[in-house]
């Protein structure tokens, strides 16, 4: 790992200068660097943001291959059919989104290796995709766009939805990228959000956000805000857990190693790492230990009916807001 140049910057949604520190962070699911990154939330706004980040020309080192949901079974490289059955699950959770709209021209911004694009085509929908980096290959010969969104042509009210699943935490102008999809949704046309709840418990207590490569932390005030300042109104708004998971597991696990001598950064270095999957919830400090596995059963067993009731109460981990041009 080394260290890479970072950058200081103000609210990136509504530019006040005006927010406070709240934590450090750093690359713990992939380790890229060994840079501290600090997560603020701004006092205007109430959005939450990386400060300093990475600057905008060095993120894309931050994205491995491995981001992009390489899947592989036994050492064998999975073939197309292969790997969209492996994620019809969340394809299926993000079609739901739209069961409810007519079939029209869809813009997923995204796209990533065109999986939803290829089943939101099979059932009527005249897509299009944006992907930002060329890495991820294109498995079913879709349309898509590699690049900066921004950069690109569009038709303007061209477009009856466009989607971007966990995507606006990832940008470095998020308000720009509201507003061009909003100018190029019909009038009527929607827009499919999902970001992470920076109010969640996940957000704030487990820290669960990708960072750095997540930027900016949405709450429910702050995106509405948002959209409804780039000419889009909010039409429903949820939090749901199908689609990219979020589990409150290990939240049980992560207080008794920290009532028990871990500092805060050795168990995030546990439990956010992918090497070893047993290392936080059946160790303690690297060795096998039959009563922090019997805590993270434990843990397991109280987390799930926990989830669904954040996710009634529209409190969960993944935030999904659908708003409309008006």
Request: net charge positive; glycine share 8%; charged share 25%.
């Amino acid at each position: 790992m080394s260290e890479m140049r970072l950058v200081d910057i103000d609210c990136p949604v509504c530019g006040s200068k005006d927010s406070r520190h709240l934590f450090w962070t750093c690359d713990y699911v992939r380790r890229i660097s060994d840079d501290r990154f600090g997560v603020r939330r701004c006092r205007n706004c109430g959005v939450g943001f990386l400060s300093p980040r990475p600057a905008e020309d060095r993120i894309g080192d931050f994205y491995d291959d491995t981001y992009y949901w390489w899947a592989e079974q036994q050492g064998r490289q999975l073939s197309p059919e292969e790997q969209l059955a492996a994620r019809m699950p969340q394809i299926e959770a993000k079609a739901a989104c739209l069961a409810h709209l007519a079939p029209g021209r869809l813009l997923d911004i995204g796209a990533q290796k065109g999986e939803f694009l290829y089943v939101m085509r099979q059932r009527g929908w005249n897509v299009e995709g944006v992907e930002f980096s060329a890495r991820p290959p294109n498995l079913f010969d879709m349309s898509i766009r590699y690049g900066e969104f921004l950069d690109m042509p569009f038709e303007t009210s061209s477009l009856d939805v466009v989607t971007l699943w966990a995507v606006l935490e990832h940008v470095y102008h998020p308000r720009a990228y509201i507003r061009k999809v909003s100018s190029l949704l019909k009038r009527g046309g929607s827009a499919l959000i999902l970001v992470t709840n920076f109010n969640s418990i996940q957000g704030r207590i487990y820290r669960a956000d990708d960072y750095p490569r997540h930027l900016t932390l949405f709450t429910k005030g702050s995106l509405r805000r948002l959209l409804e300042e780039s000419g889009l109104k909010v039409r429903r708004l949820w939090t749901d857990q199908r689609i990219f998971g979020g589990s409150l597991h290990g939240g049980l696990v992560y207080a008794v190693k920290r009532l028990f001598g871990y500092s805060a950064q050795e168990v995030f270095s546990e439990w956010k790492q992918a090497k070893d999957p047993i290392l936080f919830c059946c160790k303690w400090r690297g060795e096998n230990s039959q009563a922090i596995r019997w805590i993270s059963r434990f843990d397991r067993l109280i987390s799930l009916p926990t989830e669904h009731l954040l996710d009634a109460t529209g409190n969960g981990f993944n935030l999904i807001i659908e708003a409309k041009r008006s």
